[in-house]
């Protein structure tokens, strides 16, 4: 998915802001979207709406690591941000609370030109868990954990 639509928001303009604007215009991203996830999943639709930015925003490289590195790398600039960042992502309790503070992250990290594996973090979001939280911050801490 991640990978189509960036070859998609390449060749069109029109699609690079419809992706660029969807978590705050989704209606205008459904088509582009639509082939790629059910739009009638709330939890599917919400990864793709907090992605969908990333995808014209961030640069996807495989093996970047999870979030919790990316956050190590913005703390060099923003420790106290990166911080609390870190805490609120590891202290939400609800997937829409998870989404947002991601897409926050998100936009810090595209700020500072910080590369994210965007395919792992869909994955991460979608199928989140204890066990990937704990990956999360074990990575952005320093205590090891696969990246």
Aim: with cysteine.
């Amino acid at each position: 998915m991640i990978t189509n639509l960036a070859i998609q928001a390449n060749r069109d303009r029109g699609v690079a802001a419809a992706l660029k604007n969807a978590a705050a215009f989704p209606h205008r991203a459904y088509d582009i979207l639509a082939p790629f996830v059910d739009l009638t999943n709330d939890r599917q639709l919400a990864v793709a709406l907090v992605l969908a930015p990333a995808i014209v925003n961030n640069r996807q490289v495989d093996d970047a690591g999870n979030i919790g590195k990316a956050l190590a790398r913005i703390r060099a600039n923003r420790e106290n941000w990166a911080d609390m960042a870190m805490r609120r992502l590891m202290g939400g309790t609800t997937h829409a609370s998870r989404c947002s503070q991601v897409a926050t992250i998100l936009r810090m990290a595209a700020s500072d030109n910080i590369s994210m594996d965007l395919d792992q973090l869909g994955r991460d979001l979608f199928y989140f868990n204890e066990r990937t939280a704990r990956r999360w911050a074990a990575t952005y801490w320093g205590s090891g954990g696969d990246e």
